[in-house]
Structure formats: structure tokens, C-alpha cells
């Protein structure tokens, strides 16, 4: 079983930054070249979850356009972590931030929450201007 842990939420003011970290555990990261995808998704109050960004193993990446240009996807294979840098923060990236694995390594797989086995608590995003 894969556990995510999520950190790194908190307030910021429109136009700042904020880091998000997800740590996996358990039966993870045993085979890099096929380890599963990572993602990172949100959702707002009132709202259908979001995918944000996703990478796989080899960092190929998949960026939301809402987010393209400001947030960032990064991976560490030998800590089994995946981090969000968000950058130019806006009231509307408000939301609850979850991170994501599926049990394939395709990076398509973390982009479609249909295709996700394995979710995170989630960490709260405020963004205030």
C-alpha cells in the first residue's frame, strides 16, 4: 500500500509564492524507470477537482493551461517526493491542493482523476489579495 503526505499549504498574498511537497511511502519507488506518475490536483469550494501538474519517473511533465507559465512540477525519485512551486499565486488558485499516484507509470495516467488510485490528505492553499 502507498501512502501520499502532503505539506507546504498555507496563506499568501496574491502575487507571492508557495512550495508544495508530497512525500510517498510504503510499496513505492522500487523500480525507478517504472515507478507510478505523481500529480498534483486541487479543488475549490463548490467545485469539481482539478488536475494541476503531473510528471512521471523520466520528468515528463503535464501542466494545467491555468496554471502554465506559474507552477511548477519537480520530482526526486531518490526520496520518492514531488513538489509544486507556485509561483505569481492569484485568488482563484485557492483550493484545497492534493497530491496523486496511479498504479501506472505514464504520466497521462496523473492527470485524469479517474485514473488515480492512491490520494493524499490534501493541504489548504489561501491565496488573498
Known amino acids: 500500500q502507498v501512502q501520499l503526505a502532503e505539506s507546504g499549504g498555507g496563506s499568501v498574498e496574491a502575487g507571492g509564492t508557495l512550495t508544495l511537497s508530497c512525500a510517498a511511502s510504503?510499496?513505492?519507488?522500487?523500480?525507478?524507470?517504472?515507478?507510478?506518475?505523481l500529480g498534483w490536483f486541487r479543488q475549490a469550494p463548490g467545485k469539481e477537482r482539478e488536475h494541476v501538474a503531473a510528471i512521471d519517473s523520466n520528468n515528463n511533465a503535464m501542466i494545467a493551461d491555468s496554471v502554465k507559465g506559474r507552477f511548477t512540477i519537480s520530482r526526486d525519485n531518490a526520496k520518492n517526493t514531488v513538489s509544486l512551486q507556485m509561483n505569481g499565486l492569484k485568488n482563484e488558485d485557492s483550493a484545497m491542493y492534493y497530491c496523486?499516484?496511479?498504479?501506472?507509470?505514464?504520466?497521462?495516467?496523473?492527470?485524469?482523476?479517474?485514473?488515480?488510485?492512491?490520494w493524499g490528505q490534501g493541504t489548504l492553499v489561501t491565496v488573498s489579495s
Open positions: 510504503g510499496d513505492f519507488g522500487f523500480d525507478p524507470p517504472n515507478d507510478p506518475c
Open positions: 496523486a499516484t496511479s498504479k501506472y507509470s505514464w504520466v497521462g495516467y496523473c492527470r485524469s482523476a479517474e485514473s488515480i488510485d492512491i
